[in-house]
């Protein structure tokens, strides 16, 4: 196994909107810059092609970009009692330029000096330490407490406009103005009096004309601070900006931007705060990038949308949307790769695959989609939900062309359908199996099959629709007979299956589960052939097969995409990238691409290696 290579990230759908300022606009006006999972993505802004920098080995918490444009800096999250990394990336070769560890557990915020000389990190609650890092020697020149013992967290960071020995942080209680000393190696920081004004500061930013700062805070207000430490200004008196100023921006004319926690984006007066300008998005806005002076600039939600706003005409486009919940499931039309559907809370979303653009959105107010496929002719998308129910849509419109109601009592947890699309198998949260059969005009029960005792969370149908597979978590894979409704077979194992999958030949069944490992088993008499260990840690959550049989491909708990050989059964490559557990992995059908689905809404799309 140690000829493993990396999987190619071909093309990535989401955007990581939780992260503080986690989009970017680079200084050449042509790339945005923000984080997906484990990776950056560097996106061109006319062409939208990806790079990815692949680096860091968990979430990716916070991004800088230099004012030249010459570094970009990101900052991650790891686990409990082990130091977080921070990596400098050469934006133009797009390697890693330096790996700076100190911080523990994460690394809240980083600024670059105006000059690139240093960059300044601030640890999160854990670390709670300040540290100035040389960037032409790669190491940490001095470190300190970012706060009294008394104050509370500190939260964000930034750099002043021209000086490159001053810099500001400020959280819950504490605003401070941090000076270099370089040749004694210290930094002297220098607390803000607010006097009876007590704020807990989410986002700041320095002007670009004058000697302030400015905070913004979770009350809904704006602080302006003097580089000598004089509390200026604060507004606005009334009207604060709902659920607190969560982005900030000044601009070369003196104005700001803000972004509320209720979804707004405000053009602001100096010194009064008194918004000019309004602009509504879905959900709380976490960061506010300026492309170029600000003609133009970009606002990314929570909700992991990225919206773009000329400042002139005030006019906002929504460029980039994904899923923010969950995606538990991913298919395609039958032999077509230039579209697939994933589901989530709420919809169901079709995407072009080369262009990863969002061709129709399908919503169910609510209700959580668990399973989605489309009918081997192409003329539905068939879905289940969790309450219960079976809906069918049309593929071109999305509108509802018929529902199953109380198909199963835990709601409706697998789906598959034959090659002749008259018939619907679906397996539900109380463990029955119940083949629907569908006409136009009417869609009937036929059978119910119950065996087994738990949830049934994958069906398989063979290619001659006589046989179809379900796996369950009780523990037991049954093999049904399609022609008399029984079972045949049924495969026993000290696991809670996950995923199943038929060999193309149909001789072997491939199982995954949570006792981490792939079991290969005889489908003529239900015999375990072998046993794969397919993971370190974390329940094998999907598994397909390509149409060859020479490889398949697993997705596991601890966020890894794996290509094994077939008959070798050993690993051939591995895509790390998702933030979260993966929950369904495919390959497409021209054994092309492989995308994978997980629990940070993030949909991935991987170069298939060929063998």
Request: proline share 3%; net charge neutral.
């Amino acid at each position: 196994m140690s000829s493993v290579e990396t999987l190619e990230l071909e093309s990535a759908i989401g955007f990581e909107g939780k992260v503080p300022n986690g989009l970017r606009i680079h200084p050449d006006r042509m790339h945005m810059i923000y984080a997906i999972g484990c990776n950056i993505v560097i996106e061109n802004l006319q062409t939208r092609k990806q790079e990815f920098l692949v680096g860091h080995n968990n979430n990716v918490s916070c991004i800088a970009v230099s004012k030249s444009g010459r570094f970009i800096a990101s900052g991650q999250v790891t686990y409990m009692g082990f130091k977080a990394d921070i990596i400098i990336w050469d934006f133009a070769s797009r390697e890693l330029y330096a790996r700076l560890v100190l911080h523990k557990v994460k690394v809240q915020d980083l600024a670059f000096s105006p000059n690139d000389s240093y960059l300044f990190s601030l640890g999160g609650q854990d670390d709670g330490s300040v540290v100035v890092w040389n960037v032409a020697t790669k190491e940490s020149i001095c470190g300190s407490p970012a706060q009294h013992k008394s104050a509370g967290i500190t939260f964000c960071l930034a750099a002043s406009r021209n000086n490159d020995n001053l810099f500001f942080t400020a959280g819950n209680n504490t605003l401070r103005i941090w000076e270099l000393d370089l040749p004694n190696r210290k930094i002297r920081p220098l607390d803000v009096n607010l006097g009876q004004t007590k704020r807990i500061v989410k986002s700041i930013s320095s002007s670009d004309v004058e000697d302030v700062f400015y905070c913004g805070t979770t009350t809904g207000d704006i602080l302006q601070i003097g580089y000598k430490g004089q509390f200026k200004a604060i507004g606005p008196e009334k009207n604060k900006f709902s659920l607190g100023v969560t982005a900030l921006q000044s601009l070369k004319n003196g104005d700001l931007l803000a972004g509320s926690g209720d979804g707004k984006i405000y053009l602001l007066a100096p010194l009064t705060f008194k918004a000019k300008k309004t602009a509504e998005c879905d959900a709380e806005v976490t960061s506010i990038a300026l492309r170029g002076d600000g003609h133009m600039f970009f606002a990314g939600t929570s909700r992991s949308q990225i919206y773009k706003v000329q400042l002139s005409e005030w006019k906002q486009e929504l460029i980039n949307t994904c899923h923010n919940n969950p995606v538990n499931d991913v298919a395609f039309p039958f032999g077509t790769s230039e579209l697939f559907a994933t589901c989530s809370f709420e919809e169901i979303r079709i995407w072009h695959s080369a262009s990863s653009q969002e061709l129709l959105r399908i919503k169910v107010p609510n209700k959580t989609c668990t399973s989605v496929l489309f009918s081997r002719d192409g003329t539905s998308i068939i879905s289940g939900w969790d309450d219960g129910k079976i809906r069918a849509f049309y593929p071109e419109s999305g509108k509802l062309m018929f529902v199953i109601n109380d198909a199963h009592q835990r709601g409706v947890t697998s789906l598959a359908m034959t090659s002749d699309s008259r018939r619907i198998i679906s397996g539900g949260g109380e463990g029955q199996v119940r083949v629907w059969n569908i006409r136009p005009d009417s869609q009937t029960l036929e059978v119910t099959m119950k065996e087994h005792k738990n949830a049934v969370v994958q069906i398989r149908i063979n290619k001659s629709d006589t046989e179809c597979l379900t796996a369950s978590l009780d523990g037991t894979c049954i093999v049904w007979d399609l022609k008399r409704f029984k079972r045949s077979q049924v495969l026993f194992a000290n696991t809670l299956f996950q995923c199943i999958g038929y060999h193309p030949e149909e001789f072997h069944i491939l199982t995954g589960g949570s006792d981490r490992k792939i079991a290969y088993w005889e489908s003529f008499d239900g015999a375990q052939i072998r046993e794969l260990e397919a993971s370190k840690s974390g329940t094998i959550n999907g598994l397909d097969i390509d149409a060859a049989g020479n490889l398949f491909v697993t997705g596991s708990s601890d966020k890894l995409v794996k290509v094994w050989k077939y008959n070798e059964g050993e690993v051939n490559s591995v895509g790390f990238g998702h933030g979260g557990e993966i929950r369904r992995v495919k390959i497409c059908p021209n054994n092309k691409i492989v995308v994978s689905v997980g629990d940070d809404g993030s949909i991935l799309r991987w170069r298939l290696p060929l063998v």
